[in-house]
């Protein structure tokens, strides 16, 4: 995760006004040490929480919640939003809208993708607004492909997409 946080790093301070998002697994968020680095590079280059976001992943499950909530609080504290990543996908997903304070949740893009044409994947998305709401999260909906999602999307009350409608994969700046 540190090689990715540092790919991020670069990539921000080379992309004008681009926000970048960074995946940190659960083993890197529950742990004091990653913290600590993480925190000390934020604080000797303010600016970088300004242009990065942490989405945290299930990759690896996080076992020690009180280590992870204090990452959290402490990157929300220099100013750099956290996100949950592939909510819906997981076991865990409920678990750390519960435990952690986020700016965001990001859909995942299963759900996306079927909601068309499936009332029940529309309920899901639906409710998954409501909660995030609730929680006073912003929704990301993931795997945006076309008009026709987008225009669900926010007809559903998701405030951000991502995916191929707005633009493919590149290299970084």
Known sequence: DW??????CEAARAASGARIACN???????NPAFRDQLCTLLQACPDL???????ITETAEIEDEA???RTVEALRGLGLPVCIDDFGAGAAAFR????FRVDFVKVDGIYVTNAVESARDRGFISA?????????????????ETEAQARLMQ????????GFLFGRPGALP
């Open 155 to 162: 007809d559903l009350g998701v405030a951000f997409g991502q």
């Open 24 to 30: 940190l697994s659960g083993l890197s968020v529950q």
């Open 96 to 99: 750390y809208l519960r435990c």
């Open 67 to 69: 280590e992870a909530t």
């Open 128 to 144: 998954m607004v409501d909660l995030a709401a609730t929680v006073g999260a912003q929704v990301v909906a993931e795997r945006i």
């Open 49 to 55: 929480a300004r242009r990065l976001l942490v989405e």
């Open 3 to 8: 090689a990715v946080v540092e790919t991020a």
